[in-house]
């Protein structure tokens, strides 16, 4: 078994990895480096379907999967397998996926609906066949040195139908959880399947490809269910019946959005969505029949659109709570717009913006935000910030799915050298030892066991 780390393991995001089985290479995932794409935004002025692939890879905004080449790799990819639909996962797809043409793009129904999407909205063509799947089934992926089972396990992240993805093979079992949190009380779905996790654990795990982002944060990740009671306590506290009140959290976060919506209806305020992001993911949900609040809110996709309901508030403040993109302030967003008085919405002492999102540990991200966040305090309005719980595992959730997993090599993913270091040192604890058992790895980096 032989493992390629294409992308993110020296970055948060742009995540693929691909291994080898014999004479058959299976893909996971192929997303965005999204700082990269914020910065090339706000030097252009455009949205990312605006960017060539020999641009995105200019700017390193997508995978090197080109190391596929250089490896022999290239036509022996049989599957790319896609754990959920998070652009740090799938933004790169649209992008790469026509170098490996006979290859299965697999992914289940709501991570599917939203490449589709992103397809018809960048206006793209993939001959790649399509396989979607759901969580707890299996799927026979045909190989030329033999069929290869994947299996797929339901887990909670911070978006709908994620899975955590085993490989069954000769050379044994390969794990890939990329991303996920054990959330034991999930606002949308169940909790992650325990028994199913102990069952592969049990039967000899080979080698563990794990999210590794808050391996250095000391604690078990809160439940969604905290973020929605502190989300009701943040909407209640704003009572001026006149101010302009805008929530913005992760566009993909279908179930942080019903919980809004769910406050919002007590505020007898009509509930409009507003952005291009937002309508992809919301109409995907609603695509697969999870989007229970759709009857409850009014979208707003194009500029236009947008505009004159913006004009709208500015006129009646109180009747309206904004849902918006915006939260890492990037360029060009709705509510980048409106803190630039970009929009017919001018904001004044007294309205409310809630950021129901933390923001992504990347220094453009945080700047970002720092730059919008003074804006708004200028014009006097009321900002509460980190309304959010995140939906990675910290240390303590990767030491539950260490113990039930039990693997016999352990990869950390998803962050920086410094990020993924503590994982080592978990593992350590453990009982693995560092390049025996544990390996930090490099994009582009080959590890054979």
């Not at 959880?177 to 102990?198: E, H, I, Q, W």
């Not at 410094?418 to 080959?446: A, C, R």
Request: aromatic share 6%; glycine share 6%.
């Amino acid at each position: 078994m032989e493992v390629c780390t294409i992308g993110g393991f020296e970055e948060v995001g742009k995540n693929m990895t691909a291994v080898k089985f014999g004479e058959d290479v299976i893909i996971f995932d192929a997303g965005y480096y999204l700082p990269a794409i914020i910065d090339i935004q706000e030097e252009e002025g455009q949205q990312h379907g605006a960017h060539t692939e020999s641009k995105l890879r200019r700017i390193g905004a997508i995978p090197d999967d080109l190391v596929l080449d250089r490896l022999g790799w290239t036509d022996k990819v049989r599957a790319i397998v896609i754990g959920h639909a998070h652009l740090d996962h799938i933004g790169a797809l649209p992008y790469i996926a026509h170098r490996y043409p006979n290859a299965e793009i697999i992914a289940t129904p709501f991570t599917m609906a939203v490449i589709e999407g992103i397809l018809a909205d960048d206006k793209i063509v993939l001959k790649n066949p399509r396989k979607i799947i759901h969580a707890d089934t299996s799927y026979i992926i045909k190989g030329k040195t033999e069929n290869l089972r994947a299996e797929f396990i339901h887990t909670t992240h911070s978006t709908i139908q994620c899975v955590l993805i085993a490989i069954h093979s000769k050379e044994g079992v390969f794990f890939y959880a990329l991303d996920f949190k054990l959330d034991n009380f999930p606002v949308m779905g169940d909790a992650p399947r325990y028994n199913k996790l102990k069952e592969l654990g049990n039967k000899g795990i080979k080698v563990l490809v794990v999210d590794s982002l808050y391996s250095g944060t000391e604690r078990k990740t809160p439940s969604e269910r905290i973020a929605r009671n502190m989300l009701e306590d943040a909407m209640s506290s704003v009572r001026d019946k006149n101010s302009a009140f805008i929530v913005t959290t992760f566009s993909s976060h279908i179930a942080r959005l019903k919980s809004i919506v769910d406050f919002g209806n007590k505020t007898n305020r009509k509930i409009v969505f507003l952005g291009r992001s937002l309508n992809k993911y919301v109409s995907a949900a609603i695509k697969v029949g999870m989007c229970p609040f759709q009857k409850n809110i009014i979208i707003m996709k194009y500029r236009k659109q947008v505009d004159a309901m913006l004009k709208k508030v500015e006129k009646e403040r109180g009747k309206y709570l904004l849902v918006c993109t915006g939260h890492q302030a990037e360029p060009g967003s709705i509510l980048d717009r409106i803190s630039r008085e970009e929009t017919p919405l001018k904001l004044r002492e007294g309205d409310n913006v809630i950021f129901s999102s933390s923001v992504i540990p990347t220094p453009v991200n945080i700047n970002a935000r720092d730059k919008m966040d003074k804006k708004l305090r200028k014009k006097g309005v009321r900002i509460q910030t980190d309304v959010h719980v995140s939906g990675h595992a910290s240390r303590e959730d990767l030491r539950d799915l260490l113990k039930i997993l039990k693997p016999k090599h352990i990869i950390p993913a998803h962050g920086t050298l410094q990020q993924e270091t503590p994982m080592i040192e978990l593992s350590s604890e453990l009982g693995y030892k560092f390049g025996e058992t544990s390996h930090l790895s490099s994009n582009g980096k080959v590890l054979k066991f």
